[in-house]
């Protein structure tokens, strides 16, 4: 799995819908997660020199696991369950050497958030077809109004964007949330095509013991 950053040219379409582009060197942190043949197939974003996270579901997407151009190390979180999606968070450790982006600030603690936040992302899509970085505003959505819709709903997520968000691929999966300048959520699954039911994102707060842990010793 390539990591390619925001600041090259990824000519992909946006499944960004009523967002807007996102201004020329800004969001420095963001990263087109790709596939061996060069296929962008969710977002990341920078969190160190060196770290990229992501969804861990889209690791699932690499065809070929040992032809992984710039990255040395995979991170899945270790309560990962694919199933239902929980923990689905990951760290690519990379060769610092090539990624030239900007991290983007973590949470320091849990947090409750009670704000708009962002989404952004190149996601492929058919339905609109825009060669740029796009970026939308987003609402968090209460737990138990998005329980409503998702029934079998993960322990340690955020739901947010109802209305704004979504998706006719899943290339803007693994992207941030981002609130106030902190990268609070990774998009972890959507309801294709319904712009009804609210977005659910990994809470990276509930995941700092182990992301610190990985970020300090540079290794999963």
Sequence with gaps: MTYSSSLQHVKLGSAIIDGKKAPEKSMLY?????NENGQHVCGGFLVSNNFVVTAAHCDEKRKNKENSEYIEKIC???SYNS??????ILLGGMDNTFYKGQPIQLPTSEININEKCSVAGWG?????????LRVVDVSIINRDVCKKEWSNLPVNVICAG???YISCSQGDLGGPLVCDGT????ASFYKNKDCDTPNVYT???KSLTWINKVLKQNDC
């Design 30 to 34: 963001m990263a087109s997660v790709q």
């Design 76 to 78: 899945q979180h270790p």
């Design 83 to 88: 199933n239902i999606r929980e923990n689905d």
């Design 124 to 132: 492929n899509t058919e339905c609109n077809i825009v060669g740029e």
């Design 162 to 164: 109802k209305g704004l």
């Design 183 to 186: 990268a609070v959520g990774v």
């Design 203 to 205: 809470d990276i707060s």
